[in-house]
């Protein structure tokens, strides 16, 4: 019933930057925490960032620094400000998100489709 859309992945230059948005649409529901993951083939997928609905957030030691997690709650969005980018970022990144349905508070988690991130010269 909630569905999120990414977009934003795309070609760059080492050093270079991107910004990464997620949206969330559909029944009525309380998101508490968004994330950013990403995967590469053969290897298994890891946490970039989350962010809970009150604004704590937590990073992957390999993009403190370089990447910043944003939410806005009233567009039940968030987004992965990533600067400096390096070879080793590449990968599909998938935003995901926990929450409740408003009307009876059962769990629910939910996956965007992908977005590839290639870093290269």
């Known amino acids: 019933q909630v569905q999120l859309v990414e977009s934003g992945g795309g070609l760059v230059q080492p050093g270079g930057s991107l910004r990464l948005s997620c949206a969330a649409s559909?029944?009525?529901?309380?998101?508490?925490?968004m994330g950013w993951y990403r995967q590469v083939p053969g290897k298994e997928r890891e946490l970039v960032a989350d962010?809970?609905?009150?604004?704590?957030?937590n990073y992957a030691d390999s993009v403190k620094g370089r990447f910043t997690i944003s939410r806005d709650n009233a567009k039940n969005a968030a987004y992965l400000q990533m600067n400096s980018l390096k070879p080793e970022d590449t990968a599909v990144y998938y935003c995901n998100a926990r929450g409740v349905y408003d009307w009876d508070y059962s769990s629910f988690e939910v996956w965007g489709q992908g977005t590839l991130v290639t870093v290269s010269s």
């Open positions: 559909g029944s009525i529901f309380s998101i508490k925490t």
């Open positions: 962010t809970t609905r009150e604004g704590n957030t």
